[in-house]
């Protein structure tokens, strides 16, 4: 009878040793997924998420660090592009993240001083390029806030499409861990928008009349080629008269481009 108690009693120890393992594994494994929510938003604008880097984890323990590899899309704009600057060599201060990048170990140089001009150059590599999204949502009427979740952990880029730009201080990347699997970003973007000014309030009956348009140019960095076009149709009773040609001037920054009417072209500036 006491060998059966010492038996069953060792089993249940046995037992009991397994089923902690298994718990305890669980909880250091840590979450796989995390949300991002967004604040900021403007009703009816679309939001996209897009994944600029995978993430993995090197070493254990009170060793373990975060590591991150170059998601599959975005392997161009690191290598060759205008992502290069910010994969580094070397680690001087210890601060920066591991990235691994064709098998060798490199760094993310991306800090607190320069994510706001990295957010801007990834922008434009969506822009002129075919990165799927990860995700995409409107903003309904009234919500000031919307929230992607069951992502995968990474490094991701939230961007308003059709904003010209983001006010000052805001960026839009957000870095998604076992640690901290929740993200959030404000982001309180600027949107296109014409004013069509009469250059005189009162005039007679076949009488010259000019006009002028004017919108915000939207913020170009990271682009190789942007195309901004406007169109502008004449109320009816107008016609539009070419004299003294060039009757339609156009100004970037107080500088004057000139396109005749009845022609197309492009206006270039850097």
Not at 174 to 201: C, F, H, M, W
Request: charged residues 15%; neutral net charge.
């Amino acid at each position: 009878m006491k060998k059966w108690c010492k038996r069953t009693l060792g089993l249940w120890l046995c037992m009991m040793l397994v089923m902690l393992g298994l718990a305890g594994s669980t909880v250091f494994a840590g979450p796989t997924n995390g949300t991002i929510k967004v604040t900021g938003v403007t009703e009816g604008k679309t939001y996209s998420i897009y994944k600029i880097l995978d993430l993995s984890y090197t070493g254990s323990g009170a060793n373990k660090q975060v590591s991150y590899t170059i998601a599959p899309d975005w392997v161009n704009f690191f290598t060759t592009g205008n992502g290069v600057p910010y994969l580094v060599a070397s680690d001087p201060t210890g601060t920066l993240n591991q990235i691994m990048v064709g098998g060798v170990v490199k760094y993310l140089n991306i800090t607190a001083a320069n994510v706001a001009e990295f957010s801007r150059v990834a922008t434009g590599e969506i822009s002129k390029t075919t990165i799927p999204r990860k995700g995409t949502q409107v903003c309904p009427t009234g919500a000031t806030e919307i929230t992607f979740t069951g992502l995968e952990l990474g490094y991701y880029l939230v961007h308003p499409e059709g904003a010209t730009s983001k006010k000052t201080g805001q960026e839009s990347i957000v870095s998604l861990t076992s640690t901290t699997p929740d993200g959030e970003v404000q982001v309180k973007a600027e949107y296109p928008g014409i004013t069509k000014e009469v250059n005189k309030r009162s005039v007679d009956y076949g009488e010259e009349v000019t006009y002028t348009l004017k919108s915000k140019v939207p913020d170009i960095t990271g682009y190789d080629t942007y195309f901004y076009e406007i169109t502008d149709t004449l109320s009816k009773g107008l016609t539009f008269v070419d004299s003294p040609a060039p009757a339609i001037t156009v100004k970037i920054d107080g500088v004057a481009q000139t396109v005749s009417a009845g022609t197309t072209g492009n206006i270039h500036y850097t």
